[in-house]
């Protein structure tokens, strides 16, 4: 997800935002010039001795027998607000979340907004970016605070969409992908438009994002999660040697120390499992935590329970 610089992927201090000032009003009003026990004059003016009582600042107390209601009065009679405000005031952000804290390129794609739009919007991003592993639904939340802002927005509708992604909301997802496709024309999305569609228990749409055309667009990390994602899909159709051949065009021995290392053995391994092929589906988990230093899969409680 490309919304945090990585001068920022440490996370916040955790300090709330502050709010607005909650003030209700100037808090003037005209003084209550009732009459004192000490009588009045005909031309209805307090006598000496009986002017009423004033409050800080000069101003008349107002107690119950006032005018208008006090400032905490007016404060409390406030409509709650709906759901689509609370969406839009999205959660709370710390103050040290700064727009300048999302990654060059998504800054770049919100250049149209208006500069204040702007700033709050690349703060919500941040926030998702940010807690989008440990929290995925108050990232999402953040998403939606952004989006209802600037729902036009393809990179915005691509965080709402990684978001929903991450929480399990595969339908929404799904959705906010096809719309983030729809503006900026990406086929990244791909891998997890497919796995949506088999979370949805559509595992035949799975496989129609599987093109040449599509893998054309990814990079070698999408279409190894493309490949991944495939082959689940054939599991689910019942086709576990397809899926075995499927991941076997992928370079299983990769040196590299991307995440998607670990990802395609661990997939590995489990589809050889599901063949039969026990000592292999062994000796490819192995494989796995010797490269999975994040612990991203349960390769090592797998081997447990088969050796």
């Known amino acids: ?69 006090r400032r905490d009065d007016r404060r409390q009679e406030r409509p709650e607000r709906t759901e689509d405000q609370k969406i839009y005031d999205g959660p709370p952000i710390p103050d040290d979340v700064s727009a300048k804290d999302l990654d060059k390129y998504a800054w770049q794609q919100l250049q149209s907004l208006p500069e204040k739009l702007r700033e709050r919007v690349a703060r919500h991003l941040v926030m ?38 991450a929480a399990g909301k ?23 438009m497919a796995d949506c569609e088999r979370a949805l228990g559509r595992p035949e749409k799975a496989l129609a994002y599987d093109t040449a055309d599509v893998r054309k667009h990814l990079d070698e990390a999408g279409q190894v999660e493309l490949t991944i ?35 395609l053995r661990y997939a590995y391994a489990d589809a050889l499992l599901a063949v039969g092929r026990t000592e292999d589906a062994i000796q490819w988990f192995h494989r796995t935590v010797a490269v999975d230093a994040e612990h991203q899969t349960d390769a090592e409680e797998r081997l447990a329970e088969l050796e």
Not at 34 to 50: F, H, L, Y
Not at 170 to 192: C, I, T
Not at 233 to 253: F, I, P
């Open 1 to 69: 997800m490309r919304l945090m610089s990585e001068s920022r992927r440490g996370g916040p201090s955790g300090r709330p935002e502050r709010g607005g000032s909650g003030r209700g009003g100037s808090g003037r009003g005209g003084s209550d010039r009732g009459r004192s026990g000490g009588g009045a004059r005909s031309g209805g003016k307090p006598e000496r001795g009986g002017r009423p009582e004033r409050g800080r600042g000069g101003r008349p107390d107002r107690g119950a027998g006032g005018r208008g209601p």
């Open 128 to 165: 998702a970016g940010i807690l989008m592993a440990e929290d995925p639904e108050t990232a999402h939340k953040h998403a939606l605070a952004a989006r209802a802002r600037a729902s036009r927005n393809g990179l915005i509708r691509e965080a709402s969409g990684e978001t929903a992604y």
């Open 170 to 192: 595969f339908a929404e997802a799904l959705s906010e992908f096809r719309a983030a496709k729809r503006m900026n024309g990406q086929q990244l999305y791909a891998p997890m």
């Open 229 to 263: 994602v495939v082959a689940g899909a054939r599991r689910d159709l019942g086709q576990a040697e397809a899926a075995v051949r499927l991941l076997e065009t992928e370079n299983l021995h990769s040196a590299s120390r991307s995440s998607w290392v670990p990802r």
